[in-house]
């Protein structure tokens, strides 16, 4: 489960004491967002770090987060934190320095005192964050002009310099030393910068992560470097190295999460199947993150030239999967916003809760109980396919119990320009005690999820080097995985669409969820129903 201190319980000794919650959960890896201190109005979800080694003040110290990685590890929950290694805030001690004129300081960073050489880097660098944060520079009262790939006060770090690696590298190692399992590598691939190229997933960032696993595997060899690698599906795998020459320890499987909510769009599981393909290729050594939600938006990088094959274009299709999500599509039940909406690329990306984007919200709102049952069936059925995926399946808070959208930060002078804050609402402990009511939608959706993790927990077949590859459901609209591990045979069917669909089988199997045979010789499947079917 991935988390942020303050929503979830005020602060870190708040989340030591939900630990009992954790548990109740199935939770045996915390991801805590990012805490280190960061300046309030300047913090980009805590992503702005101005001391890599003290803790954000209200939410606890340094001891406090050692106390609370010893509890977890105690609970056997690993922990993992964020290390945002390619900017420092504009109050990091070294920006301070920087500005006041020092020139080591300067060093550290991408200095210029003309637009000459920042104007150049323009012509080749895409924009991370175009309407909340244009263009990839900053021009400071002195005039001189910084590297800001992503907000102004995100200074970019120059790796060129070596004593940038060096103290980062320590900075890492205190973070090993307060007892985190896994650094998440935040932004990695944007690391290295070069003039007249994209500076992004250049061949130096993967010196660099590799420079870092070594260290990992020699300083502290049970810490995990998980990869934030946002980038197209050809991209992404490299982050893992090579068998002889390994980089990152695990990966966010970013490129299936986004063909999961085109697929819900589109009811079309022909981009999943292929996705599905493609993995089923790699190595199985290779460990992806799976998730259906996290802290940030929803980008559409999707296969585009294999969907320009299905007389699908990138621009027009994204806007189609926004205008879903957004609800502005007859039909559509999803209640997202737009996030860094780009008029000239029409590049918009997408941000909600996984109950929202489902239907639960809107359904809610009409009081209309066949929506809502609806919505919750497909909400549980994304779980369960993410559940079935190779790899650690990591749950966003708050969907466990179908937390909705959080509109309040329209509100907040410091957030309503990133709508990203949609999906980072506090917890709402009163709202989760519903979950012991199994009739309340919370209940249903948390029983669904204790269900689906006790029984990929019990059956070998869901283990991460099981065999699997897709399989044939004669259906655009149902989504067929099969895997299978020690003897046990695994056929999981999904269905993304509104209506009924079956499947014919000539084998006999167990519905592992209903734990009873599947005795005729369909599979029934209910509007976005799933089932895990066992071969007996
Ligand atoms: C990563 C984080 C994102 C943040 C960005 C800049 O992509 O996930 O939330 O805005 O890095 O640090």
């Not at 120059?158 to 007892?179: H, I, K, R, S």
């Not at 926004?322 to 502005?328: E, L």
């Not at 804050?421 to 402990?429: A, P, Q």
């Amino acid at each position: 489960m991935m988390l942020y201190v303050d929503n979830f319980a005020d602060d870190l000794k708040g989340v030591a004491k939900k630990i009992d919650y954790f548990i109740e959960c199935g939770v045996n890896y915390v991801h805590l967002m990012p805490l280190l201190e960061s300046p309030k109005e300047h913090s980009d979800g805590g992503y702005a770090v101005a001391d890599f080694r003290k803790v954000q003040p209200e939410l606890g110290t340094i001891d406090d987060l050692c106390a609370l990685t010893d509890l977890c590890h105690k609970n056997n929950i690993s922990c993992c934190l964020d290390f945002v290694m390619n900017h420092t805030s504009d109050e990091h001690a070294w920006a301070k320095a920087a500005r006041s004129g020092d020139k080591d300081a300067r060093s550290r960073y991408f200095f210029y005192d003309s637009w000459d050489i920042p104007n150049t880097y323009e012509q080749t660098v895409p924009q991370v964050f175009p309407t909340t944060a244009p263009g990839n520079f900053t021009k400071l009262d002195d005039n001189s002009i910084v590297m800001t790939t992503f907000y102004p006060y995100q200074w970019d770090l120059n790796y060129a310099n070596p004593m940038v690696f060096n103290d980062m590298t320590e900075n890492m190692l205190f973070l090993a030393n307060a007892g985190l399992d896994v650094i998440r590598l935040d932004a990695v691939p944007y690391i290295w910068k070069e003039l007249g190229t994209t500076c992004r997933n250049l061949p130096q960032v993967h010196t660099i992560v590799r420079l870092m696993r070594m260290i990992c595997e020699i300083v502290c060899p049970s810490v995990l470097l998980l990869g934030e690698v946002v980038m197209e599906p050809s991209k992404v795998v490299p982050y893992f190295g090579t068998i002889d020459k390994p980089e990152c320890n695990m990966l966010y499987n970013v490129t299936t999460m986004a063909s999961t909510w085109n697929t819900i769009a589109t009811r079309d599981v022909r981009l999943l199947d292929r996705q599905m393909k493609q993995l089923a290729e790699l190595p199985k050594n290779y460990v992806f993150l799976n998730y259906l939600r996290c802290h940030d938006d929803i980008g559409w990088g999707l296969d585009y030239s294999w969907l320009n094959t299905l007389k699908m274009e990138e621009a027009p299709h994204k806007k189609y999967l926004n205008d879903y999500f957004t609800g502005k599509l007859a039909g559509s039940v999803s209640r997202g916003e737009l996030y860094n909406d780009d008029p000239v690329l029409q590049d918009a990306r997408l941000c909600g809760t996984t109950a929202s984007l489902c239907g639960v919200e809107s359904a809610l709102w009409d009081k209309d109980d066949e929506a809502l049952e609806l919505a919750l069936a497909a909400d549980i059925m994304l779980h369960a396919y993410m559940f079935t995926q190779s790899g650690i399946p990591v749950i966003y808070s708050g969907d466990e119990v179908g937390q909705l959208n959080n509109y309040m930060y329209h509100a907040d002078i410091n957030k309503k320009f990133d709508s990203r804050y949609l999906h980072r609402g506090k917890f709402d402990w009163k709202l989760a005690e519903k979950r012991k009511d199994e009739n309340s939608y919370q209940g249903k959706i948390f029983n669904a999820l204790r269900k689906l993790e006790t029984v990929r927990a019990k059956n070998d077949v869901f283990k991460a080097n099981a065999e699997f590859h897709s399989a044939e459901t004669g259906s655009d609209n149902v989504l067929g995985i099969y895997r299978k591990y020690a003897g046990q045979e695994l056929l999981a069917l999904f269905n993304f669409c509104s209506e009924k669909r079956s499947l014919k089988i000539d084998r006999n199997y167990t519905d592992l969820i209903k734990d009873r045979y599947i005795t005729n010789k369909v599979i029934e499947l209910r509007p976005y129903g799933f089932v895990w079917a066992l071969l007996k």
